[in-house]
């Protein structure tokens, strides 16, 4: 029997995203759902930006925080090979390679700012420019610590986040899922899907919510469901990678079986 069988998963990332997560947990017997939590859009356009940023050759390192800057923020590159390149994890990475780019640093423990920031690369960037392609708001702390840190740091965000709006109809359609005993864990990759979430969940969504495990990745999205009023039972990952996600949910079905 598949690791996974019986158990079924709401896939909560933005529909790009949730695609290849679906894909591995099916693989591994779980059934899915999907209600992106958040929606992706780009913000000005290719020419308005390069135009904001510069010369791309004044930095000494360009970093891309997430696959969705690669998505939206690549063509800034304008296919120049000769530039030095970070990630933010292997995901980021690999949309880099698979856009023909070659990434010189990306963290070696989690996938997070504090970990990109132990790379010899950005670990003492006094006196050097660095430019973050990004999404408008969220975390402010890479670019923060590395100014903090001495560089002249210049971010670019090219795509904006936007709470879903999912119609009553898939709102009640979710809830027959979970009546139907259809839905066993949530996945809630960041704090900001998370917070969607709890914000668009009727009252008798709420409920189903408590009910159900919660798979997040690490202590931070922990704590942070936690301060938001949530007591359900948690499942941490180690990192927003979906093979970890995939990972924990396996190690979690064997524990509870008892296997």
């Known amino acids: 029997m598949s690791a996974l069988h019986g158990v079924g998963v709401l896939v909560t990332r933005p529909e790009q995203q949730a695609?290849?997560?679906?894909r591995l947990l099916e693989k591994q017997g779980a059934s899915t759902l999907r209600l992106p939590a958040v929606e992706i859009t780009?913000?000005?356009?290719?020419?308005?930006?390069?135009?904001?940023v510069g010369a791309l050759g004044d930095f000494d390192v360009i970093?891309?925080?997430?696959?969705?800057?690669?998505?939206?923020?690549?063509?800034?590159?304008?296919?120049?090979?000769?530039?030095t390149l970070a990630a933010m994890g292997p995901a980021t990475a690999r949309a880099l390679n698979q856009a023909g780019y070659r990434v010189a640093a990306q963290p070696n423990a989690t996938f997070d700012s504090e970990s990109l920031l132990r790379h010899p690369r950005l670990e003492h960037p006094a006196g050097r420019r660095i430019l973050i392609?990004?999404?408008?708001?969220?975390r402010p702390f890479l670019q923060q610590e590395l100014t903090a840190r001495g560089a002249a740091v210049v971010a670019a965000d090219v795509y904006q986040r936007a709470p879903a709006t999912p119609s009553r109809a898939v709102l009640e359609a979710l809830q027959d899922s979970f009546s139907a005993g259809a839905v066993q864990v949530i996945t809630a990759t960041?704090?900001?899907?998370?917070?969607?979430l709890l914000a668009i969940a009727t009252p008798a969504l709420r409920g189903e919510f408590e009910r159900v495990h919660w798979l997040v990745p690490g202590e931070r999205v922990a704590a942070g469901v936690r301060e938001r009023g949530l007591s359900a039972p948690l499942l941490q990952a180690a990192s927003a990678e979906d093979q970890d996600l995939v990972a924990a949910l396996v190690g979690w079905?064997?524990?509870a079986s008892g296997a």
């Not at 960041?190 to 969607?196: K, R, T, V, Y």
Request: hydrophobic share 35%.
């Open 19 to 22: 695609t290849p997560l679906c």
């Open 190 to 196: 960041s704090l900001e899907i998370a917070g969607n």
């Open 253 to 255: 079905r064997a524990s």
């Open 42 to 52: 780009a913000i000005g356009n290719r020419r308005d930006t390069a135009a904001r």
């Open 63 to 83: 970093i891309f925080t997430s696959t969705n800057a690669v998505r939206f923020g690549a063509p800034l590159l304008d296919s120049r090979r000769d530039l």
């Open 133 to 138: 392609i990004k999404g408008s708001g969220g």
